[in-house]
């Protein structure tokens, strides 16, 4: 439960951080760090408004892509502590518990009848799509290279010590910070502050979504943020004595955050049809921290 209780607290801050960075980037002072989750709160005490053209599922979709989120929460441990729930084979339960809601998330939207939902909705899960093999070969070479199958035991088992294994860390973050920016839909892939349909991905696909159910789904969002941060921690914390390990998951979780906000004010939204390349083009990275746990295994040709 530890591993639970500080991604909650992460996550507070974490979408707070990234506008602040962004805000400061342009000159701006901006608002407060807490301002997303007192939107959310707000959101909370509102009632939600359903079209007459949708059915059932619109109406459970945010919670249980919410839910999916928190299940995946779950299996997240830190360093040594195991996640609430972990077994061999866990990395693969927490990639599709999210795909799970991610599903009824794109089935939401295509159940409005919307025309421009339909779209982003396709783009997602094309996104999401190309992005699996990413995740999946990471893993896998981490599986490799410790011998274990579960995120607490590769974490565990996982020494950072020689140049190889620091530049395979740093491709690992680099791919999972990543794959973060993807599944949240933030720049360079997509501009959650656009406001012209034709562009939207993530933010098209809840347009009809309000009130409660709307509160869902960014909290579960700022959630997703901190739960890819939390795997990044993961990686280097396995080197430093117990007392230094809650310190610096905040300290690493601010540091995804104020690069993110970085990342988002210096660069612009690729070009819709280059977005696939990039998102592809992180399977490469992810074989090539594969042929270096080959090469540290001393199984490489």
Avoid: C, W
Avoid at 90 to 95: E, G, H, L, R, V
Avoid at 268 to 295: C, D, E, K, P, Y
């Amino acid at each position: 439960m530890l591993s639970f209780i500080l991604i909650f607290i992460a996550a507070v801050f974490f979408t707070g951080i990234i506008v602040r960075t962004k805000s400061m980037a342009s000159g701006r002072k901006g608002p407060g760090i807490l301002q997303p989750i007192k939107d959310v709160i707000r959101l909370f005490r509102k009632g939600a408004v359903y079209s007459q053209t949708t059915s059932f599922i619109f109406q459970i979709a945010p919670t249980i892509y919410f839910s999916s989120v928190v299940m995946a929460m779950l299996v997240v441990p830190f360093g040594q502590y195991k996640g609430f729930i972990s077994f061999s084979g866990d990395f693969i339960f927490f990639a599709y518990i999210l795909a799970l809601g991610k599903f009824f998330s794109i089935l939401s939207a295509m159940d409005t009848g919307s025309s421009f939902e339909g779209m982003g909705a396709s783009r997602e899960a094309l996104y999401s799509m190309l992005a699996e093999p990413a995740f999946f070969i990471l893993m896998g070479s981490l599986a490799l290279l410790t011998g274990h199958t579960s995120f607490q035991e590769i974490f565990s088992a996982l020494h950072i010590g020689s140049y190889i294994t620091y530049a395979l860390a740093i491709l690992a973050t680099f791919v999972l910070l990543m794959i973060a920016m993807i599944e949240n839909s933030r720049m360079p892939i997509d501009d959650p502050k656009t406001h012209l349909e034709l562009t939207m991905i993530h933010e098209v696909m809840i347009l009809d979504n309000s009130g409660f159910d709307l509160g869902l789904i960014l909290t579960a969002g700022y959630l997703k943020f901190a739960i890819y941060g939390a795997l990044i921690v993961n990686l280097f914390i396995g080197v430093f004595p117990y007392g230094y390990t809650i310190p610096l998951f905040f300290i690493i979780q601010f540091s995804v955050a104020i690069t993110i906000g970085l990342i988002e004010s210096f660069m612009a939204r690729f070009r819709m049809g280059h977005n696939a390349q990039f998102i592809f083009a992180l399977t490469s990275v992810s074989l090539l921290i594969f042929f270096g746990a080959l090469l540290i295994l001393g199984k490489f040709i």
